[in-house]
């Protein structure tokens, strides 16, 4: 089985994985790990120890938090590999062997978010542009200018992008990152899910900075072309933490689109087991996105394409199919509604795992667009669902920085402004309703009022 090892080596060392000038192979923080083999290609990952603000439990999400990145406090990540009959016994011994072994957690693999079905697009692009009121968006000054806006996913074709929506597209390749082994450079990866990924979310945010991080090109043994492992989303996160800290503090903005999953807990341990990943907020990841959230970042996942009506058939979590990241308290869940506004049938629906009130909004989804598939296929999924509204939050983040509204803020001032569907007030259908670009702005300019 894949894991990660979390361990606290000494201050030194931690130091070491911290500088971005030095490179630690992951040798010098793991080595002789009994039972284990170390993986190599994998740069040590330094992760923030929480800190309840209130003394609270550090293992709680639902909670103000800080994270200590302090050489004396710090974790570090590596990748390896134990055999799946001595799984229970290493666990259980490595941390009586190595007193640096702080915990041992699935790294399962994370698949883009398809859709079933066949069947053909309701309206188009424009009409996505149309409702996200983009035009009222500009006039405003809210385009995106000067947003970082990362796509995790299979790689961006900036060109083909850019010919599809006939305006040139922005491509930040000196802050795109790639997974150890992943060939090609930022903006010219072969045209697929990450590019319609991209064009997605430039419909509300035409001039927002596109950072490329193609986690999903990663290899594995047996994997596909188009999955990846948990762990490099990992090393991703703690590279665009380095993107927004690099950043003035009065103008920080960072949007983060995560079109992805873990499908099958096949690859996980049970919910329970303090290695769990679907099901706990100790695993590094879920801690990670928190440090990042924390530091002013707007984190947005898919919720998933296994609604009840017509599920992927890769769904394999008998309930509560919204896991992981994809629940997460500090992110946005997104669910998807065509563009007449009704729940798509393949959109997950809620109690989210770590949290339960999931999805938070629903976006436009299964409209033709990109053509990353063809010209008669649809942006479809949850997938298209969570780019739209990652590039309305861009939007937004031109003239509003994580200094001037925090991203808690912002999720709350879009859950509230949302367009109310299914039950009153919020459900597991459409989570706070759908998103309402005018309802928004109006609060935004009270906001302004209020502060100015």
């Not at 930022?186 to 045209?191: W, Y």
């Amino acid at each position: 089985m894949r894991v990660l090892l979390q361990l606290r080596p000494s201050p030194d060392v931690v130091a070491a994985v911290a500088d971005p000038a030095v490179s630690t192979p992951a040798a010098d923080v793991a080595d002789a790990l009994p039972g284990v083999v170390v993986d190599p290609s994998f740069t040590p990952v330094l992760a923030p120890r929480p800190v309840p603000v209130a003394g609270g439990d550090p293992l709680s999400l639902n909670q103000p938090l800080t994270f200590s990145f302090a050489d004396n406090e710090a974790f570090v990540l590596v990748r390896g590999e134990i055999s799946d009959d001595e799984i229970s016994t290493r666990i259980t011994l490595l941390p009586a062997l190595r007193p640096d072994v702080v915990g041992v957690f699935a790294d399962p693999v994370i698949e883009r978010g398809l859709t079933c079905g066949g069947a053909p697009p309701v309206g188009d692009w424009r009409d996505v542009e149309r409702l996200l009121g983009v035009t009222e968006l500009a006039r405003e000054g809210l385009d995106g200018s000067g947003v970082a806006l990362a796509v995790l996913d299979t790689g961006v074709n900036a060109a083909h992008v850019a010919r599809s929506l006939d305006r040139a597209v922005t491509l930040d390749a000196q802050r795109s990152w790639k997974p150890s082994g992943v060939r090609g450079e930022a903006g010219e990866f072969p045209v697929d899910h990450g590019t319609m990924c991209a064009f997605d979310a430039l419909l509300a945010a035409p001039r927002a900075s596109l950072i490329d991080v193609p986690v999903l090109l990663s290899r594995r043994p047996g994997g596909s072309a188009l999955d990846g492992l948990l762990s490099d989303a990992v090393a991703a996160f703690a590279h665009l933490r380095t993107v927004l800290e690099a950043q003035p503090a009065a103008s920080r903005s960072l949007v983060v689109t995560n079109s992805w999953g873990s499908f099958s807990p096949d690859w996980d341990f049970p919910a329970g087991h303090p290695g769990n990943y679907s099901d706990n907020p100790a695993h590094p990841f879920n801690l990670i996105v928190s440090s990042l959230e924390r530091a002013g970042a707007d984190v947005l996942f898919a919720a998933g394409n296994c609604g009840r009506d017509c599920p992927d058939g890769r769904c394999a979590y008998a309930n509560r199919p919204i896991t992981g990241a994809n629940s997460h308290p500090r992110v946005l869940s997104i669910g998807g509604v065509d563009i007449r506004g009704e729940r798509v049938g393949y959109s997950s629906q809620g109690p989210g795992r770590l949290t339960a009130r999931k999805p938070d909004l629903c976006a436009y989804t299964h409209f033709s667009g990109s053509r990353a598939f063809g010209d008669d296929e649809p942006d479809s999924g949850t997938s298209a669902a969570c780019p739209v509204a990652a590039g309305l939050v861009a939007a937004v983040r031109t003239l509003w920085p994580s200094s001037r509204l925090s991203p808690a803020q912002l999720r709350t001032l879009l859950r509230r402004t949302a367009d109310d569907h299914g039950d009153i007030g919020f459900d597991h259908d459409y989570g706070y309703g759908v998103l309402d670009t005018a309802g928004m702005l109006a609060s935004l300019r009270r906001r302004a009022k209020r502060v100015a």
